[in-house]
């Protein structure tokens, strides 16, 4: 009997309308894709995962007026890269700097995402191909990775 084996590399996008319970829907799809895919080697880092994903579409419904997509894929073996698109153009200034005071009750998304993942970024996008505007943030986790671990 033939088994079928999921393929090595994946890439999932999720469309998500401006709504309060995108940042849940979102870690759902994330966590089955990983659980489906067989990803062992990121089971270390899935909470995290769903961590960082759910703090970007947070930040997507809470500051923009549109809809946003998610984008999660398997770089290569051990990696996964999360990218969340949401209709502003403007990246956070806390995404590349100093971000949330001491005594700030809101604000600390972006620094989580900064110091968890192995790797992250953001970048406009201009009209393209589908006509969209906005933004894409995305992150990268590595198995292996204490993504806790900030002097790593």
């Known amino acids: 009997m ?3 084996s999921p393929p090595q590399n994946w890439a999932y996008t999720l469309q998500l309308p ?3 319970g995108a940042p849940r829907i979102a ?3 994330l966590r089955a894709a990983l659980d489906h895919h067989g990803m062992e080697e990121l089971a270390e880092v899935a909470e995290v995962a769903e961590l960082l994903t759910s703090e970007l579409v947070t930040n997507a419904y809470l500051h923009t007026d549109g809809p946003s ?3 999660m894929r398997r770089v290569r073996e051990g990696r996964v890269r999360v990218s969340v698109w949401d209709t502003d153009p403007a990246i956070p ?3 590349g700097g100093a971000g949330a005071g001491p005594d700030a009750e809101a604000g600390r998304g972006l620094l989580l995402v900064r110091l968890c993942a192995a790797n992250w970024g953001g970048h406009p996008i201009g009209s393209g191909l589908f006509g969209l505007d906005g ?3 995305w992150f990268e986790l590595v198995a292996g990775r204490d993504a806790f671990d900030v002097a790593a």
């Open 135 to 137: 933004k894409a943030l």
């Open 93 to 95: 200034a806390s995404f």
């Open 27 to 29: 870690r759902v799809i």
């Open 69 to 71: 997509s998610v984008r």
């Open 18 to 20: 401006r709504s309060a």
């Open 2 to 4: 033939a088994t079928v």
